[in-house]
């Protein structure tokens, strides 16, 4: 049966509300699936206990996608035609008693399903995705998370072409049948939610292993892949055993099925899947060896890994009441993640990392026009919801609720949540509760994060009185309107500070503040000069900082701050100040920041890792954050000057770190990892310098690297360069590992990425090249996806860069509408840009809105967009 889209922009969209939320009227406490698979065509019978579900006369509906009963039972009785309805793809069933047994039969086809949602077909695997919303492309069923049944699955398939059989839960059985036919029997125990649901055919090698639980069970692992990739899943399974490690030790959570399986395939929408006791993955987030992995590439994998992992308890024992509380189990397990990551290497590096990424998505998310609350008030596709709000700022309320109530009352309250409501939808108000009853906390104001979006402005003043020694602090907040949202309330901030003395370089400890209104004074003794403000230490709260702080005093902290993040704030911030300036016409002295970069590279009591980091210069689009009208081609000017400069002042350096950085074989280690990342920018500031030999060296690294992490790096500089090594390199690559699509995705992503005079025309180019395809998103998210993160590029005073990514988004809709609507929001930046750009940023967004049967995905992010 063909892939049929029931909805599309021809109907009026329906807008689902969290305030219409009303309890199901039927429950499913068992389903029986039995499955006979083949990708043209399988066969989907689905046997559901129901049960009414308080007093009602309201018939039994199943969500329904594209499914055409051929074959409808009640207790066993088959129902005619008339004796059911099909209502916007769902069945209705009238019944009469309290208890039924309902009964279907559909034929759904693998094959031809490209959105990647329900039952697909991947490089020969047959594999599923529920969340959130497709298991009704599967069968009919109450697609909704507060719905939650135990699943027996029966799977029978032809045994050569899907040898391994894998479902959620426990293996039951399993059989050979006639025909060269087999099947296979799983039962899981745990009532869950039919987003959870998944089952995987195919021939697949496995990666096995074993865990012992902190009560003693043991637990089978395995990781599936292709054959030829079992070498690279090693560092997949170390991170899985480690994740299971710490939950036990850091939150008291045993893993509570016999197996626990992973399976890595190639065309998936997005990350991984949860999916209980069967977690599906993206490929490029297991796959990992030091020839075609970065270091990045190696952190991913383990922080997904354990981010699935930890669903097993955030998500999947306590899983959503409805999908408005999405970031209950998202925003909580990035959090968990996060620390796991903090733990397993650098924290300050790992913090570091992750405020970049929530500056670069959610800070610009909730500053346009698709912002939204961390838990939503409504939505017309709960796809779209998937967002950085709900991931990364949720984790960054889950961080100021743990800071506020320090790590014994959080682990109380966790502990709490997790007793209280095991086995039960939740939502993110019952874990605020819980935080409260568990902690001892008063929450009340801190639950605006949930409803209000837009980021906090905190405003810091520093006043000094010689005559008394008291430093007065005045902090004042502003949220910023958002759709829907005109006026804002103060929220409760936790702010972490230190006021350091300029004489000794040293302060007299941290204070965590709590802003509650909307303007507070903080008083503080003892200070003879005027301290230096230190603000938001560790990132405490995720907001943005304006103070009056100058370049000496940022110089100073950048020599000083003994907090991290502070510290690489403070140098940041230098670098911003002089980009800015030089940006608007008013340039600084760059003589602070060439000698900041300078010191702190030179400083050897900082690790590696951490000195690259801090002496990086800020992103092109995190300068156009902060202008009022970004100007793209300035931008980009000032930070190649700056860069420039920073190379040439200090050229001798980067040739001397450039060349002891220069590791006699392979390792992981943290010092190994942070000699390469250190490398890697000074090869950049070189490059940046113009030094005749730059391309050389970049292409001596580039082939005699024996690491993807600096092999990418150089192919980075080359891609760069209008030199002949340039696409000597490329052709190098694409030679090397064309057979390898995650590493091709590389090629693709770098050269998008590149700062090259040519840009728009390379990509046009790729975009044709026969290594393209639109249908798996890996390839599409490495070209289309980083070309829209290129601000430089995508924003080209000719419009081009909107053309084509409204040209990809109109032939990829019909496809995959997921993965097109994601590409829409850069499109939606138009209020931030001048008149011309925003005027083709508009046009792009209409001609995409022009489409007839455009899906509801695309339709509602781009007439969002518009808004
Ligand atoms: N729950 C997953 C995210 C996810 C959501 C939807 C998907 O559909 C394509 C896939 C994955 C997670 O947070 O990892
Ligand atoms: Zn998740």
């Not at 865990?211 to 079992?230: A, C, M, Y």
């Not at 626990?260 to 395939?265: E, G, K, L, P, R």
Request: aromatic share 8%.
């Amino acid at each position: 049966m063909a892939d049929i889209q029931t909805t599309s922009a021809a109907l009026p969209p329906v807008i689902i509300r969290r305030s219409d939320y009303r309890a199901p009227d039927w429950l499913v406490p068992e389903i029986a699936l039995d499955f006979t698979l083949d990708a043209q065509s399988s066969r989907v019978r689905a046997r559901l206990s129901v049960t009414r579900n308080g007093a009602h006369d309201r018939p039994l509906r199943l969500d329904g996608d594209g499914l055409v009963p051929r074959e409808v039972l009640v207790d066993g009785r088959a129902l005619n035609a008339a004796d059911y309805a099909l209502e916007d793809g769902a069945l209705v069933v009238p019944l009469t008693g309290e208890k039924h047994v309902v009964e279907t039969l559909v034929d759904i086809s693998p094959a031809a399903n490209t959105q990647l949602m329900g039952l697909y077909a991947s490089g020969g695997l047959l594999c599923t995705q529920c969340e959130a919303e497709g298991f009704r492309r599967i069968t009919f069923f109450p697609d909704r998370p507060d719905v939650l049944s135990r699943y027996h699955v029966r799977m029978e398939a032809d045994r050569k072409l899907y040898p391994v059989l894998l479902a959620n839960g426990d293996p039951v059985g399993a059989g050979e049948l006639e025909g060269d036919r087999h099947w296979a029997e799983w039962n899981d125990p745990f009532p869950k939610p039919c987003y959870l649901f998944a089952m995987v055919a195919g021939d697949l090698a496995c990666n096995a292993d074993s865990f012992t639980t902190l009560s003693g069970r043991e637990v089978k692992l395995g990781i599936w892949v292709k054959e030829n990739d079992l070498p690279r899943t090693g560092h997949a399974m170390t991170a899985l055993k480690h994740s299971m490690a710490w939950d036990e030790k850091v939150y008291g959570r045993e893993y509570d099925l016999d197996v626990f399986n992973i399976v890595a395939v190639a065309d998936f929408n997005f990350g991984a899947m949860e999916n209980k006791g069967l977690n599906i993955f993206n490929s490029r987030y297991i796959l990992a060896d030091p020839d075609t992995a970065t270091d990045m590439d190696f952190d991913a994998v383990e922080g997904v890994v354990a981010h699935e992992y930890f669903h097993n308890w955030s998500g999947n024992r306590v899983t959503c009441r409805d999908w408005f509380q999405l970031s209950l189990k998202e925003g909580f397990t990035v959090f968990r993640d996060q620390s796991f990551s903090a733990d397993m290497g650098s924290p300050p590096v790992k913090r570091i990392e992750d405020v970049r990424a929530l500056r670069a998505a959610q800070f610009q998310e909730d500053a346009g026009p698709l912002a939204h609350p961390v838990r939503p008030e409504s939505y017309m596709e709960i796809g779209n919801f998937y967002t950085a709000t709900i991931y990364n700022k949720g984790a960054e309320l889950i961080r100021m609720m743990a800071l506020m109530l320090g790590e014994k009352r959080f682990r109380q309250g966790t502990d709490l949540y997790f007793d209280r409501h095991d086995g039960q939808a939740a939502t993110c108000e019952d874990f605020v509760r819980a935080m409260e009853d568990g902690g001892d906390i008063d929450l009340r104001q801190f639950r605006l994060w949930y409803e209000q979006a837009g980021t906090p402005r905190v405003k810091a003043l520093l006043a000094h009185n010689h005559a008394s020694g008291e430093a007065r602090l005045i902090l004042r907040q502003t949220i910023p309107a958002t759709p829907g949202q005109p006026v804002k309330q103060p929220m409760a901030i936790p702010i972490r500070i230190a006021l350091f003395d300029r004489a000794s370089g040293k302060h007299g400890g941290d204070t965590l503040l709590t802003l509650t209104q909307a303007e507070q004074e903080f008083a503080f003794t003892g200070f003879d000069t005027p301290p230096i403000l230190s603000i938001n230490r560790g990132f405490s709260a995720p907001i943005i900082v304006e103070t009056e702080r100058s370049q000496d005093e940022l110089a100073f902290l950048s020599a000083h701050d003994d907090d991290p993040f502070a510290r690489y704030e403070a140098m940041q911030q230098l670098m911003v100040n002089t980009l800015v300036g030089d940006v608007a016409g008013h340039p600084l002295d760059d003589a602070p920041v060439i000698a900041a970069i300078r010191d702190t590279a030179n400083d050897s009591a900082l690790d590696a890792a951490f000195i690259a980091e801090a002496i990086r210069l800020p992103s092109e689009s995190y300068l156009g954050d902060q202008m009022a009208i970004v100007d793209p081609d300035a931008i980009h000017a000032a930070r190649d000057r700056l860069q420039a400069k920073i190379g040439k002042a200090l050229e001798p350096l980067w040739r001397d770190i450039h060349a002891r950085t220069e590791a006699n074989g392979f390792s992981l280690s943290p010092q190994a990892r942070g000699a390469r990342k250190l490398r890697n920018a000074a090869l950049a500031y070189l490059a940046g310098s113009g030094a005749a030999d730059a391309d050389d060296l970049a292409f001596d690294q580039f082939d005699r690297a024996d690491n993807m992490t600096e092999r990418q790096a150089a192919l980075a500089v080359l891609s760069n360069s209008s030199g002949e090594k340039r696409e000597i390199a490329l052709d190098v690559f694409y030679n090397r590992y064309s057979g390898d699509a995650l590493v091709l995705d590389k090629w693709f992503q770098t050269q998008a990425l590149a700062f090259h005079p040519d840009i728009v025309a390379h990509v046009k180019e790729l975009a044709q090249h026969k290594s393209f395809t639109l249908t798996n998103p890996n390839r599409v998210r490495s070209l289309y996806g980083a070309f829209a993160a290129n601000q430089w590029a995508f924003n080209h005073k000719s419009g081009e860069g909107y053309r084509m990514v409204a040209d990809l988004i109109i032939a990829l809709d019909p496809i995959n509408p997921q993965t097109a609507a994601r590409l829409v929001p850069p499109l939606g930046r138009w209020r931030r840009f001048d008149v011309e750009r925003g005027e083709m940023m508009q046009n792009a967004l209409k001609r995409i809105l022009a489409q007839p049967g455009l899906s509801k995905d695309v339709t509602e992010q781009a007439s969002k967009s518009l808004a």
